[in-house]
């Protein structure tokens, strides 16, 4: 069983950025890749980012390569979402969620464990 618990999330200005945390509980934490996901309102929650369990592999959505950065530090059980450049349609609720398949596998039910999420606003 791992837990996950996000932090991070806030309220910025288009251009600014962000840092997500997701500490993980249970001492397996390096056995999984790890991902992120967000759902914005009104809409489907949608792969974001993912990141293997030694860190040598990533994989990033379309609209987020290049401003977005995913990181582990298995010491710490901790996966980071750098968020850089950001922009309006960012905005949503930034959930992390721990797989046993690859990063490149994005669909959401390959993912059985879920944090609660954290609140992402960019303004205009």
């Known amino acids: 069983q791992v837990q996950l618990v996000e932090s991070g999330g806030g309220l910025v200005q288009a251009g600014d950025s962000l840092r997500l945390s997701c500490a993980a509980s249970?001492?397996?934490?390096?056995?999984?890749?790890m991902g992120w996901f967000r759902q914005a309102p009104g809409k489907d929650r949608e792969f974001v980012a993912a990141?293997?369990?030694?860190?040598?592999?990533?994989n990033y959505a379309d609209s987020v390569r290049g401003r977005f950065t995913i990181s582990r530090d298995n010491a710490k059980n901790t996966v980071y979402l750098q968020m850089n450049s950001l922009k309006p349609e960012d905005t949503a609720v930034y959930y992390c969620?721990?797989?046993?398949?690859?990063?490149?596998?994005?669909?959401?039910?390959?993912?059985?464990?879920w944090g609660q999420g954290t609140q992402v606003t960019v303004s205009s």
């Open positions: 969620a721990a797989s046993m398949s690859r990063p490149s596998n994005e669909e959401q039910s390959r993912y059985f464990y």
């Open positions: 249970g001492h397996t934490f390096s056995s999984y890749t």
């Open positions: 990141i293997n369990w030694s860190g040598s592999s990533t």
